[in-house]
């Protein structure tokens, strides 16, 4: 069974505190591969080169909200 800290996560948050407490949230408990993106645009595009085992993605993006980030 994958050890489950060894996953690669995307945080998609345009708030930055937001994203900078999750992040760190995730490091204390263990996890250390962590991207972190600030909209849908980054967002799609990581997509695109990575594949990622959790992405905590919020909804209220400026441009494309997440559910469209979520949908592509």
Request: proline letters at 1%; aromatic letters at 6%; glycine letters at 2%.
């Amino acid at each position: 069974m994958r050890n489950l800290y060894t996953a690669k996560i995307l945080i998609v948050e345009d708030e930055i505190a937001i994203s900078t407490m999750l992040k760190t949230i995730l490091t204390k408990e263990g996890f250390s591969n962590i991207d972190t993106v600030f909209n849908s645009k980054d967002a799609l595009a990581n997509c695109e080169r990575n594949v990622y085992n959790l992405i905590l993605l919020d909804v209220m993006l400026p441009k494309m909200d997440g559910i469209s980030v979520c949908k592509r």
